[in-house]
């Protein structure tokens, strides 16, 4: 046994290896990005890759457990939605080599578009589920669920939430077990998923469940910490560190294995305690199947459902009087909303649409920022590839002069996720619209990772690379330009030419992000106030390293990206100068 | 746990080395033989937005979170950032601050106001506030990226961890060419905070 500093991501990549993975996917998605990264990284006996999205991951990770490998999919907590199918499937057809699909969720949305519990898919796929509650409980459950999903024919849902993925702690580790690959054996009864095969499977997988439940009363993974027979906590994931924090002295049913529940022991640690809490991150789906089976106990009477709990959240809420110090308001302090980089090559093509009063359908990924003062160009922003098919829909619903005050944005990454589909859709359906893609050559919002475009693959070897300007003229877009955003006249020239013609086009706008190929050169932006005007045109970047001083502009020295020069061309007095140190 | 367990929340701007002193710190309390955890939260700008970071270690340590009220110590950046979190510290506790405002493009575009008497606020939040002028003095010992390893100098005189371990943290975390300059930065800080 080693110990190391690991954050859950590590420690859950570090699990599986160590349990005899053989074949790792995902696609990337905070909080779940370092998973997959770690094992690319540290553990070459990983087969491992970044997929197209996160349905592909599924159905890929399904396939080799099929196939006898252990496999594991990646991502976070809606891209199980996008991989809903496969999984709702894969939990019918039952696992061969263990099977990991693991869902980090986002409570109180530090990342994310919207807050869902998937343990919620737990439940609705008849799909065992274990959640960690710490870097340690990571590693060790990983390992554990590899078994329990051979044992049991059962793909586990391995639940994390950002707290756990990101928080460090210290874990004791140990080295790999190599575990044979069983091989191929085909069983269409099971796997040929019509319905008359599905009907018995379903059947199956309500047995699974039953003997899951009796696993669950003695595995090692639900424990009982025995204390105070005042009070008793059921508890799982993150929550439960808050409750060790604010009620040391509590009895503590610790669950690991959170689907299906074991009843046998529930029940019995419910009858040990005179009053009952439970506690829980997110929706009350313990508490609501506790309170159905007929116990009795408090949980969302006091705990909230929305956001991301922590210990004075959970101290006020089952320990209120017991606070050690006298919690202050906060103060009021300047907002710092996030913003694109200096240098984001994503910025003039938001400048200028706004500067022409128009707006985008809008997607995600950091050009998602171009919706926040000063750009302020982005009207609609719901999931991964809604840009394109939601341009299409507006022109359908509200007519081709309203949606022409419109342009789809959408990353390169997410144009591969599933962006592609939806410009099929508007070539097949006739539509006129503007599709711009910001291709900045890395998916850079999750942290900056290889995708099918950029030439690598995950552990940074060249990969066959999609041609994104061929592709949208092989699926019938006729009007497909390249521009470099760093070139202010031809964005605006290009964004004006062709959101004026009623005609469907494209135009890829090519330039690597600017932490992808960070510059050697010592080159920032000077102003001379003597020129300056404070018209503010440079300030309507938006750009953070430009800052209003007194009576003009002034650039930060250190923030300035060298290569850019976007305050130094939209400056209407030449104020502005790029200086070069030696 | 607060009896045995230190707290301290470093904040600041995203690219200004937050996490890479978080990071120096939780290893500098690991090597000190202590239970040690560390959160973040990974935002969603890549550089610019606010960025924080809770460090907790002790005999036994469960929530990766500091309680509000509890901080023993913020550990600050930017002055701004110091006030946003500064309701994480314990009665007493102390605010190490680099001086330098940070303005917003919200501030820079005019829409905010940067509370310019943020430093009086802070002292009288604070049982003790030492602010200081950090730029100024990295670029004056010759690294201008050496603001985390002048205010980690200065955390380590409130919090007790040996000075071998902060080196070898040091050490063994910043880029081989500057673990000169930085070890004198994390000196000068010592210096800064009184030692
Ligand atoms: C279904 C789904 N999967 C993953 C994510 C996480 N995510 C948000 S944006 C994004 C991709 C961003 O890359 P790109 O489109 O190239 O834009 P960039 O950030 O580089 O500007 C990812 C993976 C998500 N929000 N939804």
């Not at chain 1, 191929?184 to 699974?208: C, F, G, I, T």
């Not at chain 1, 994104?468 to 092989?474: F, G, R, T, V």
């Not at chain 1, 006729?478 to 030419?497: C, G, S, T």
């Amino acid at each position: 046994m080693a110990k190391a500093f690991l954050s859950g991501n590590e420690a859950l990549a570090q699990g599986v290896w160590e349990g005899g993975l053989h074949f790792a996917t995902g696609y990337p998605g905070t909080p779940s990005t370092e998973i997959l990264e770690t094992i690319a990284a540290r553990f070459p006996e990983v087969e491992c890759q970044w997929a197209v999205n996160e349905k592909v991951a599924v159905e890929v990770a399904g396939g080799a457990s099929f196939g006898g490998a252990r496999a594991m999919a990646t991502m976070k907590h809606v891209g199980l939605n996008v991989a809903a199918d496969p999984f709702f499937s894969l939990s019918f057809a039952g696992a061969s080599g263990g099977l990991l699909i693991v869902s980090a969720d986002d409570p109180g949305m530090h990342s994310s578009q919207n807050e869902q519990d998937n343990r919620y898919y737990a439940r609705a796929a008849r799909c065992p589920m274990v959640e960690p509650s710490s870097s340690q409980e990571a590693r060790d459950f990983a390992i554990q669920a590899l078994e329990i999903s051979e044992q049991f024919e059962a793909p586990i849902l391995f639940r994390m939430t950002t707290r756990i993925c990101h928080s460090k702690g210290i874990v004791e580790t140990g080295s790999r077990k190599e575990v044979p690959r069983k091989g191929y054996k085909p069983d269409p009864q099971a796997r040929v998923l019509m319905p008359s095969n599905a009907r018995k499977r379903h059947e199956w997988a309500l047995e699974r469940a039953r003997k899951l439940e009796e696993f669950g009363n003695t595995c090692s993974l639900n424990r009982w910490e025995k204390g105070s027979s005042k009070v008793g906590v059921v508890t799982s994931g993150v929550a439960y560190n808050y409750v060790k924090e604010v009620l040391p002295e509590a009895s503590v049913l610790k669950l690991g294995l959170t689907w299906p529940l074991p009843w046998g022991l529930i029940e019995e640690f419910a009858a040990s305690v005179e009053k009952l809490y439970v506690v829980e991150e997110g929706d009350p789906l313990l508490e609501k199947d506790l309170k159905a089976h007929g116990i009795r106990c408090t949980g969302k009477e006091v705990i909230p459902i929305t956001g991301e709990l922590n210990p004075e959240i959970v101290r006020r809420g089952i320990a209120p009087g017991s606070a050690r110090a006298q919690a202050r308001e906060p103060a009021p302090a300047p907002s710092r909303p996030p913003v694109l980089c200096p240098g984001c090559p994503h910025r003039p093509v938001f400048y200028w649409l706004r500067r022409m009063r128009k707006s985008t359908s809008g997607d995600i990924g950091c050009y998602t920022l171009g919706a926040i003062p000063p750009l302020s160009a982005m009207d609609t922003c719901i999931c991964m590839g809604a840009s394109i098919s939601g341009l299409e829909g507006l022109e359908k619903g509200a007519g081709p002069e309203a949606a022409s005050t419109l342009a789809a944005a959408i990353g390169d990454s997410t144009f591969i996720h599933s962006g592609i589909t939806g410009l099929v859709d508007m070539v097949y359906n006739r539509a006129t619209g503007t599709v711009l893609i910001l291709d900045n050559e890395i998916t850079a919002m999750t942290g900056r990772q290889e995708h099918p475009a950029t030439g690598r693959d995950i552990r940074g070897n060249p990969a066959p690379t999609v041609d994104i300007p061929a592709l949208c003229k092989a699926v019938g877009v006729e009007r497909v330009q390249v521009v470099d955003p760093y070139d202010m006249q031809a964005v605006r020239a290009a964004l004006k030419e062709e959101m004026a013609r009623r005609e469907l086009s494209v135009i890829v706008f090519r330039r690597p992000c600017v932490l992808k190929e960070r510059s050697r050169k010592k080159s920032y932006a000077v102003v001379d106030p003597e020129k300056c005007t404070d018209c503010g045109a440079c300030l309507r970047l938006g750009c953070p390293a430009i800052e209003h001083k007194e009576n003009h502009a002034w650039v930060n020295p250190l923030f300035c990206y060298p290569e850019c020069s976007m305050c130094v061309q939209v400056c209407p007095t030449k104020a502005i100068s790029k200086k070069t140190d030696q | 746990m607060s009896e045995t367990t230190t707290n301290v929340l470093l904040c600041g701007v995203g690219g200004q080395g937050v996490l890479l002193a978080s990071e120096v710190l939780s290893a500098a309390a690991m090597l000190s033989g202590r239970d040690v955890k560390k959160s973040e939260v990974h935002g969603m700008a890549q550089r610019g937005g606010a960025v924080t970071s809770h460090v907790r270690w002790g005999e036994k340590v469960h929530s990766p979170l500091i309680e509000t009220g509890t901080a023993d110590v913020i550990l600050s950046f930017e002055p701004g950032e110091a006030l946003r979190w500064s309701h994480y510290l314990r009665p007493g506790g102390v605010i190490l601050t680099a001086k330098e405002p940070i303005y917003s493009v919200l501030v820079s575009s005019g829409a905010e106001t940067y509370p310019e008497d943020v430093l009086q606020r802070l002292e009288e939040r604070a049982g003790r506030l030492i602010p200081v002028d950090a730029l100024q003095e990295v670029t004056a010992l010759g690294n201008p990226r050496a603001v985390n390893i002048l205010l980690l100098g200065m955390l380590s005189v409130f919090v007790d961890i040996p000075a071998d371990h902060w080196k070898e943290a040091i050490q063994a975390r910043v880029p081989k060419k500057t673990i000169e300059s930085n070890l004198r930065a994390f000196e000068r800080g010592r210096e800064l905070a009184g030692s």
